[in-house]
């Protein structure tokens, strides 16, 4: 008698890890596509993915109108870009935001000191980062401090030097022409549209 022969039927092979991590990769990418779609800012930058993502969130839960919410996230991210490409104009020139604004200051004051603690307060930052910048602005000669006698060093009187003078006055003709270049495209009658708008902006985050 024959052995009758018994036909096992093989499983089929378990999807190798690449081969899931690939597949999860598609989706993502087709996710990513399709967000893109909804909405297109015209910044190219990193954070245009997840405010695509906040658009799609709008219209798909209806929290909130997707129409304003992408005027309000399109500005946020345009003054982003615009902050970044001034920032570049200061960088070569050992400037940081803070520094830059605190010598704005000084030179719309000079030659009249200023004490460090008012200097801040111009300024809107705190007086302990104030006192590390013009530390680091005393040690490059752009300023002179006169500090009083027993006195925190957060209140001594603060006033530009020669020095500090010539950089701040090159910094803010590079500056003033740098946002002048970033909008010279529009019209008269777009940069006064613009202006109402961005009024309108400023009294509903107030």
């Known amino acids: ?33 399709a967000a893109a779609s909804t909405f297109s800012p015209d910044v190219s ?15 798909q839960s209806g929290v909130a109108e997707p129409m304003a919410c992408a005027s309000s996230l399109t500005l946020l991210i345009t003054s982003r870009a615009v902050n ?23 030179y719309a004051l000079d030659p009249m000191p200023t004490s460090s603690a008012d200097l801040a307060y111009h300024t809107e930052i705190t007086r302990p980062a104030m006192t590390g910048l013009l530390d680091t ?15 925190d060093r957060r209140f001594s009187c603060v006033s530009l030097t ?3 003078r010539e950089v701040t006055t090159f910094a803010i003709q590079r500056f003033l022409k740098s946002a002048a270049e970033i909008s010279e495209d529009l019209k008269p009658t777009q940069h006064k549209l613009f202006d109402k708008i961005c009024a309108q902006f400023r009294r509903r985050s107030l």
Not at 6 to 22: C, F, G, L, M, Y
Not at 48 to 54: C, D, S, V
Not at 84 to 106: D, I, N, Q, Y
């Open 162 to 164: 020669d020095s500090g």
């Open 137 to 151: 602005m005393e040690e490059r000669g752009w300023i002179h401090r006169k500090h009083r006698v027993n006195a």
């Open 45 to 59: 930058n990193q954070e245009t993915f997840p405010i695509q993502h906040l658009l799609r969130i709008a219209r």
């Open 1 to 33: 008698m024959k052995a009758q022969r018994v036909h096992v039927k093989k499983p089929k092979s378990a999807a190798s890890p690449k081969r899931i991590v690939t597949e999860k990769r598609g989706v993502v990418a087709r996710r990513s596509s």
């Open 84 to 106: 970044h490409c001034l920032h570049r104009v200061l960088k070569p020139l050992g400037l940081s935001e803070g520094r830059f604004v605190a010598l704005v200051t000084l």
